[in-house]
Antibody, heavy 128, light 110 residues
Framework: QVRLVQSGAEVKPPASSVTVSCKGSGYTFSWFAINWVRQAPGQGPEWMGGIFPISGTPRYAQKFQDRVTINADESTSTVYMELRSLKSDDTAIYYC?????????????????????WGQGTTVIVSS | QSVVTQPPSASGTPGQRVTISCSGSSSNIGSNSVNWYQQVTGTAPKLLIYSNTRRPSGVPDRFSASKSGTSASLAISGLQSEDEAEYYCAAWDDSLNVLVFGGGTKLTVL
């Protein structure tokens, strides 16, 4: 079955960095975009960015542009999200989520239809 | 404060039909497709609707959606107790160049 499995929970001090991984299985990894969405306690989802593995070109929300890096390793079917300069309000559950549709072509830099398969979530706590 | 607005709460009794609205602008709902997500407390969001009206496989046809101009709505017919959850609309925003979520609607099944 189609699955996304994320790395485990992290506790990080302020100003440090965290990297969360997301390994896909059960589908043709390269042809589906992967998005990163976070959810702070008691808040709604917030889209951080995404990547279409074939293009390798990430798309970031402007809010995170200076602090986030998303990349994909097609050889291991894994997408990584690094968030730097952590602050207390980065404390959240971080999800990776796969697009519901395969890319319309291999030439698109990024695309989005909706997110139908989600990882189990990775809790990141930023605390001194 | 989200650029896409939803009512904070909605309610209905089992078997009833309820609708949840989502209001945006020309840069998001007015020019891009709308998604609807269901989130039960403690779990990841679940995609109910994409491309305004399409249901992913496995989503029952009790869930339907529509869009008109800069607004969209989700309808749930034959309401069941397991439908009690938070519901979010989402759409790409061309001005902000980001996927925006509504503030969420808490659905209570009475």
């Amino acid at each position: 079955q189609v699955r996304l499995v994320q790395s485990g929970a992290e506790v990080k001090p302020p100003a440090s960095s965290v990297t969360v991984s997301c390994k896909g299985s059960g589908y043709t990894f390269s042809w589906f975009a992967i998005n990163w969405v976070r959810q702070a306690p008691g808040q709604g989802p917030e889209w951080m960015g995404g990547i279409f593995p074939i293009s390798g070109t990430p798309r970031y929300a402007q809010k995170f542009q200076d602090r986030v890096t998303i990349n994909a390793d097609e050889s291991t079917s894994t997408v990584y999200m690094e968030l730097r300069s952590l602050k207390s309000d980065d404390t959240a559950i971080y999800y990776c989520a796969r697009d519901v549709e395969a890319a319309p072509s291999s030439n698109v830099p990024f695309y989005y239809y909706g997110m139908d398969v989600w990882g189990q979530g990775t809790t990141v706590i930023v605390s001194s | 404060q989200s650029v896409v607005t939803q009512p904070p709460s909605a309610s209905g009794t089992p078997g009833q039909r309820v609708t949840i609205s989502c209001s945006g602008s020309s840069s998001n709902i007015g020019s891009n497709s709308v998604n609807w997500y269901q989130q039960v407390t403690g779990t990841a969001p679940k995609l109910l609707i994409y491309s305004n009206t399409r249901r992913p496989s496995g989503v029952p046809d009790r869930f339907s959606a529509s869009k008109s101009g800069t607004s969209a709505s989700l309808a749930i017919s034959g309401l069941q107790s397991e439908d009690e959850a938070e519901y979010y609309c989402a759409a790409w925003d061309d001005s902000l160049n980001v996927l925006v979520f509504g503030g969420g609607t808490k659905l209570t099944v009475l």
